[in-house]
């Protein structure tokens, strides 16, 4: 990903200039606006309207969501594919387990990363121009070079089947511990000075200092980790095959080839599948926004 | 780094030698062992193993043979996989160039207009980033559906016949490009957006007094100012875009006709139709030799200015 975070006033980057002087409404400027607002309402459509024709299709019946004469809208709005699927215990489970799994996912990888971060920004250490150079390198193994011989490896431990496997092979991110070190490089060291004659010691220091101040970028790192959980396919594929543990998305895949005709319902499970993710982001949209830049360029 | 004598004596790693060890050794391991074991077992250890498996004959079942090199020459040699590679480039140029120019058009747009309907835009291009890729592909094939579908109904107004969108050799690359472009536009354009922000006002202003209009701000400044920017996501978007391989799995599975079998894709399928790996293996692995290459290139020349402190 491509997140860095802005020190300060970081709130300045998302909101565009505001200098405009005050001008009489002249026909050209009222079309103007009018212009603005048209290519304002065609861009947020295009945006979301996939979306919004999924949970369309998740209203209407069996029949209408794919009926020739095409049918925009149901003829009468039904809640019952929604009812059906959220009365499926499989569906709930897999929802439950999923969020299960990225919630846990998500703290260990604000855990391990920050730890790592806070290493390489403030302590001093044997091999620490080494160990850097081996962390970030893994930044760049594509996940498809190491897809196979990572199954090996899962296999040999016997992870086959577990939440284990599913949490523990992506929660240590170079992305991650590169992101959260460039914010503690940049808290002033006064800080931890002051606490430093008050006998605190390095741990202490990152508990006590560094964690409280660690919002913005535990936001954006706790984000998309649970995202990238979330969204996961592939790897449980390979990794899940007990019907308790399927993730969200596996389920989704196999509920479309399994069960083809319920076109309508599978519609309505992903509207209810991208409900949570697209709530989440809504809540810190502000963050993640202010935080979306280039890693390591201004 | 010399070594001569005036020079202070250095340690290994290339900091200043000092009269005690670091300070920090102990809490340092402590805190960067869960990283550092994790990184090993999922990441390091499984690419050592593909490196050493890619030289042999390797099966689950049975017991592997050393092969050499033949793995790599077969890859390269394969018209199948040259032809993914093919395809992967054409995917590449069906996408990047229009994210490119419309994240752009987007990003000029929101950081001109007022700031409420500024959040407003950027959070909605956003949101479809933040969709997993299944959920996109089924959207999707629903908008594609030969009866009943979407697109049909719509090409149907202007009396184009209906399609088989995901089901026709022609159209199925460029019908998953669509979707891919979705998912990959709110990213781009945020960054864009950050990047134009960060142009100093007084440019543009020097230019209106000079009477420029928005092309010429556009293509005198805007660019200019951008191009490091639009380089990052030049690259960062070419290694993305020719890995994608979740959409046509999940809608096409590589067909018809393996006509969205993109590189990636191509690999997975071996990892799970063959009986014998290292063929697959070595195919990914020139893969990342490109592509690593590449993005290593990239981040090392991008960030020369600016990090690694």
Not at chain 2, 47 to 61: G, P, R
Not at chain 2, 149 to 166: C, K
Not at chain 2, 200 to 223: C, D, H, K, M, V
Request: net charge positive; hydrophobic share 55%; proline share 6%.
């Amino acid at each position: 990903m491509t997140l860095t975070h802005e020190p300060s006033g970081s709130t300045a980057v998302t909101s565009p200039p505001v200098v405009r002087r005050r001008r009489a409404l002249t026909p050209t400027r009222v079309l103007a606006g009018m212009v603005r607002v048209a290519v304002a309402v065609l861009i947020i459509g295009a945006a979301l309207f996939p979306l919004a024709w999924m949970a369309i299709a998740g209203f209407k019946s069996k029949q209408e969501v794919v009926r020739t004469p095409f049918q925009f809208f149901p003829e009468v709005w039904r809640l019952e594919n929604y009812r059906t699927i959220l009365d499926d215990p499989a569906f709930v489970r897999t929802l439950a387990i999923t969020g299960l799994g990225a919630v846990l996912f998500t703290l260990l990888s604000l855990t391990v990363n920050s730890f790592a971060a806070y290493a390489f920004a403030r302590l001093d250490f044997h091999f620490k121009r080494a160990l850097w150079v081996v962390v970030i390198s893994t930044m760049f193994i594509p996940g498809m070079t190491i897809l196979l011989t990572s199954f090996i490896v899962v296999t040999k431990l016997h992870m086959l089947d577990t939440l284990a496997v599913l949490i523990l092979p992506g929660a240590a991110a170079a992305v991650h511990v590169f992101f959260i070190r460039q914010f503690y490089l940049n808290i002033p060291r006064s800080l931890e000075e002051a606490a430093m004659i008050d006998g605190c010691g390095k741990f202490e220091i990152f508990v006590k200092l560094f964690v409280p101040l660690s919002k913005p970028p535990f936001v954006v790192v706790g984000i998309t980790s649970f995202l990238v959980f979330w969204n996961a396919y592939v790897w449980p594929v390979m990794t899940i095959t007990s019907p308790d543990l399927y993730q969200v998305q596996q389920y989704l895949a196999t509920f479309r080839s399994e069960r083809s005709s319920e076109l309508a319902m599978l519609m309505a499970g992903s509207t209810l599948a991208a409900a949570p993710v697209i709530v989440l982001f809504l809540i810190f949209q502000r963050q993640i926004i202010a935080n979306i830049k280039m890693a390591g360029l201004k | 780094m010399s070594t001569t004598v005036t020079s202070p004596p250095r340690s290994a790693d290339g900091t200043p030698l000092r009269a005690h060890p670091p300070r920090d050794d102990r809490i340092a391991f402590l805190m960067l062992a869960p990283v550092l074991i994790l990184l090993s077992i999922f990441v390091i250890v499984p690419t050592i193993y593909a490196i050493y498996l890619s030289f042999f004959n390797w099966s689950f079942y049975q017991d592997s043979e050393f092969v050499g090199l033949r793995n790599f020459t077969n890859a390269l040699t394969d018209p199948e996989f040259r032809a993914a590679i093919r395809r992967g480039v054409l995917f590449v140029l069906m996408t990047l160039p229009i994210q490119l120019l419309l994240s752009f058009l987007i990003a000029s747009f929101v950081t001109g207009v007022g700031k409420r309907l500024g959040t407003a835009l950027k959070i909605s291009v956003y949101i479809p980033t933040i969709i997993s890729a299944v959920i996109t592909s089924i959207t999707f094939a629903l908008i594609y559906e030969y009866s009943g579908g979407l697109l049909n109904a719509v090409v149907g107004l202007v009396g184009i016949e209906d399609q088989a969108w995901i089901g026709d050799v022609r159209l199925a690359l460029p019908a998953i490009a669509v979707p891919a472009i979705w998912m990959g536009l709110g990213l781009m354009t945020l960054i864009m957006i950050a990047a134009m922000l960060d142009v100093p006002e007084s440019f543009y202003e020097a230019a209106e007094l000079e009477g420029a209009n928005w092309w010429q701000r556009t293509l005198y400044i805007t660019i200019p100012q951008m191009k490091n920017v639009l380089l990052y996501l030049l690259i960062t978007g070419f290694v993305a875009a020719i890995q994608q391989y979740e959409l046509p799995l999940v809608m096409t599975g590589g067909g018809p006709l393996d006509s969205t079998t993109l590189p990636n894709l191509f690999i997975f399928n071996h990892f799970r139709g063959d009986t014998y790996q290292g063929y697959s293996i070595a195919a990914a692995l020139l893969l990342f030799l490109v592509l690593g290459a590449i993005s290593a290139l990239i981040f090392r020349v991008l960030s020369s200015e600016k990090l690694v402190d």
